[in-house]
């Protein structure tokens, strides 16, 4: 273990620097702006955040925490459960986080993953006192190099006061190259960002860090937390045929080319599904500009189907990823993890084309998609960076089933409850029962569509009382509504536990 480190800390001025997990911990003081690194649940800081939990069954203090994006259960669970995050942001996904922010119990700040970087350069969340970095190693020339994720880490080590590094020696040396670290000048007096094509490498293959901010180095072997997707089932099966039907439609009518552009693929088990339908098809020489590689990415990898991939983070189900990072020799060429600012930047997205798919809560019968709030008011997650791709994307394609939870709620509603996409937004739309395709389409154009292919049968004929209803009540208006009417399924389902009336 003491060659591994010596060998990992390529730094020697900092060899006085290694402490134990209670002693960095200690570092921090109450009302801290804390940067961590991790970006849905990969690379994550893990072992200091323990020891902080620890630290608060003594002692009440509480820090704000910005990281890349969703962190594992050491922080976004037991660190929240502690009582000790004030404020949180701009992503997260681990039920029991969520279930404190709708209690009102953590202050949680959703933002496009995008802006992160600009809103650290412009000190909106405060002076950052400590970032906190899993590194693989950080090399003699003093570049830390990140582990499974690059996420915010450039930025917030760049901005943070100090620097605690958690030196992960699990983490495979062939991590060392894969990313791509680039981050670009302040706003103003920046030029363009030279990602012309997928495969592109900009940048170096660490962050440059200032040595004299390292306040701790603490040793780690902690992995991080398996990815929780459940695997593709009949429904997404359908949706994928359904994607990979439009997409052949696009090629016969010229707006594609059977070599597809890149293709981004959002989090969670439905879009990982859906991606994985390309195994099966014709398309072949692949690449993925996302944020996340989901497995849906290596099982591609492996069919030969995938031929690079550029993100910000890998994550992975139990055993896939045990293979996986076990095996990265195998994959390190075919991968690059950049910053987040960098995957999520609007100008990279709109030069390569993107064919950008995220998965909705639920969309209504203009287009509109809610990606964050359950019934207008609970967070799921938060945005993440489906608003980075589907704004930017060549299509930026939303899929969903058309109903949850059994059947009683309608993912196609009159208006949806929250807007995080707006029907400017969303090109097209993709269910089990079909696809809307609703580019150039006016509003009133659009319902047909998406009511028809894309509702859960049963809510059909429902949908169209709504809308014939609002059309009546607004002399049919550009965007007819029944504004008495409009939220009436959620009402119906918080009484009666269904929107079915
Ligand atoms: N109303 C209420 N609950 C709903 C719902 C609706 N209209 N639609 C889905 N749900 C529930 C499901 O029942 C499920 O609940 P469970 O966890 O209790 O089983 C949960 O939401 C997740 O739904 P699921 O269908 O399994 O989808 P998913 O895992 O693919 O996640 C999102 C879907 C929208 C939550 C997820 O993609 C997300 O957080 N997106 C926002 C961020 C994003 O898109 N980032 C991508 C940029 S790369």
Redesign the pocket.
């Known amino acids: 273990m003491k060659a591994t480190i010596e060998k990992r800390l390529g730094l020697k001025e900092l060899a006085d620097k290694v402490v134990s997990a209670e002693e960095a911990a200690a570092l921090i003081s109450d009302g801290d702006v804390v940067g961590m690194s991790g970006f849905t649940r990969a690379g994550d800081a893990k072992v200091v955040p323990l020891a902080l939990v620890e630290r608060a069954k003594n002692e009440k203090f509480q820090i704000d925490v910005y990281t890349g994006a969703s962190l594992g259960p050491e922080v976004d669970r037991y660190l929240a459960e502690a009582g000790v995050i004030r404020k949180r942001g701009p992503?997260q996904?681990e039920?029991a986080l969520r279930n404190l922010i709708n209690k009102g119990e953590v202050l949680y700040v959703d933002g496009h993953?995008s802006h992160v970087a600009e809103l650290v350069r412009q000190n909106i969340y405060g002076p950052i006192k400590f970032a906190i970095i899993e590194a693989c190693a950080i090399t003699k020339d003093g570049y830390l190099i990140p582990t499974n994720s690059v996420g915010n880490s450039p930025i917030l080590a760049d901005y943070a006061e100090n620097i605690i590094v958690e030196l992960n020696i699990s983490c495979s040396e062939s991590f060392i190259g894969i990313h791509d670290i680039y981050v670009p000048e302040k706003q103003g007096e920046r030029g363009p960002i030279p990602v012309i094509s997928a495969t592109d490498r900009i940048g170096e293959i660490g962050i440059k860090i200032d040595p004299k901010k390292i306040k701790a180095i603490v040793i780690s072997e902690n992995t991080d937390a398996p990815s929780l997707?459940?695997p593709p089932d009949e429904e997404t099966d359908i949706m994928a045929n359904n994607l990979l039907n439009f997409l052949r439609d696009e090629i016969k009518a010229g707006r594609l080319t059977s070599k597809l552009a890149p293709i981004?693929?959002?989090?969670?088990?439905?879009?990982?599904?859906v991606l994985q339908g390309f195994q099966d098809s014709e398309f072949e020489d692949l690449e993925i500009y996302?944020?996340?590689l989901q497995d849906a990415v290596f099982h591609l990898i492996d069919a030969g189907k995938v031929t690079f991939a550029s993100a910000t983070s890998i994550t992975l189900s139990e055993e896939l990823g045990n293979e996986v990072f076990e095996n990265m020799d195998k994959y390190a060429d075919k991968l690059c993890l950049r910053p987040q600012e960098i995957t999520?930047q609007p100008e990279i997205i709109r030069r390569l084309g993107l064919i950008s798919v995220?998965?909705?809560?639920?969309a209504d019968i203009y287009g509109n998609v809610?990606?964050?709030h359950?019934?207008g008011t609970r967070m799921?997650?938060?945005?993440?960076?489906?608003g980075?791709?589907a704004r930017n994307a060549k299509l930026g394609i939303f899929v969903?089933?058309s109903y949850?939870?059994g059947g009683t709620?309608?993912?196609i509603?009159p208006m949806v409850s929250h807007v995080?996409h707006t029907e400017h937004d969303v090109d097209v739309l993709i269910t089990e029962q079909g696809v809307a395709d609703l580019r150039g389409l006016a509003p009133k154009e659009r319902v047909p569509l998406i009511i028809e292919n894309c509702a859960y049968p049963d809510f059909k004929e429902q949908l169209w009382a709504y809308y014939n209803d609002a059309v009546e009540k607004t002399g049919n208006s550009q965007t007819p509504h029944n504004l008495e009417k409009a939220f009436s399924w959620y009402v119906n389902y918080a009484k009666n536990g269904t929107m079915v009336e």
Do not use: H, R
């Open positions: 992503y996904g039920p993953l997707i459940v981004q693929s959002g989090v969670g088990s439905v879009a990982n599904a996302s944020e996340v999520n995220n998965a909705a809560l639920e809610n990606s964050t359950v019934s799921m997650n938060g945005i993440g960076g489906s980075d791709f969903t089933k949850a939870k709620i309608s993912s509603v995080d």
